[in-house]
């Protein structure tokens, strides 16, 4: 072996070395800087109204009861960000068949929302987060009528406020830009954006 790639081969070892020293010594920064805990989460969230923006149905309302869990922690372009997923137990849509404000439809359903994005916007027990979410519901019947479909996407984004309420407890509280569509998979499909409320609690069993 020449002299250059003898010297090459050292200077690779080092800086491997050096590289993994570095990031060891990040990692543990952030395990003693961040005061994240997996948690499970009893949530609800109750769309009250509805208005013509992505989606065209007016006056709907829908309801979701929800069991989460809150699984990870990690730095998107180095903003904390925690992902927790959740299962729609029940979830309730009443809407005007024609769209405006005509004959009523209920229907029922159940999903799951396995994207949620929250990012807290400050340290502490208590902080401001923005959040963001991709789910969706299946329902009884198709959505908004024969033509539609049962299977129905969930978009979300919106802001919320997190309080700590004890060692292994805590209450979310916000809002969220909501759009429900099945996606132009069926011949059908008018949508639904609202702004949704959502109350999570959270705890560690």
């Not at 060891?24 to 769309?47: C, H, N, V």
């Not at 927790?84 to 209920?106: F, M």
């Not at 996606?183 to 705890?203: Q, W």
Request: hydrophobic content about 40%.
């Amino acid at each position: 072996m020449s002299v250059k790639k003898f010297t090459l081969t050292i200077l690779v070892i080092v800086i491997c070395s050096l590289s993994s020293q570095t990031v060891k010594a990040q990692l543990s920064d952030a395990e003693k800087t961040s005061s994240f805990t997996p948690s499970y989460s009893i949530s609800g969230s109750y769309a009250p109204y509805s208005f013509r923006a992505w989606g065209k149905m007016l006056n709907t309302r829908h309801l979701f009861l929800k069991l989460g869990y809150s699984h990870s922690e990690f730095d998107l372009f180095s903003i904390r960000t925690h992902l927790s997923s959740e299962l729609i137990l029940t979830g309730w849509l009443r809407y005007p068949l024609d769209g405006r404000n005509g004959q009523r439809e209920t229907l029922y359903g159940f999903g799951m929302i396995p994207l949620i994005a929250n990012m807290p916007l400050s340290r502490g027990n208590h902080y401001p987060f923005i959040t963001s979410s991709l789910g969706f519901i299946i329902t009884q019947n198709h959505f908004p009528n024969l033509n539609g479909a049962r299977f129905n996407f969930l978009l979300g984004t919106g802001a919320g406020y997190h309080i700590k309420t004890g060692p292994e407890s805590a209450v979310q509280f916000g809002y969220k830009i909501h759009h429900l569509s099945n996606g132009y998979m069926a011949n059908e499909n008018p949508g639904i954006d609202s702004v949704m409320l959502f109350v999570n609690i959270l705890f560690n069993p």
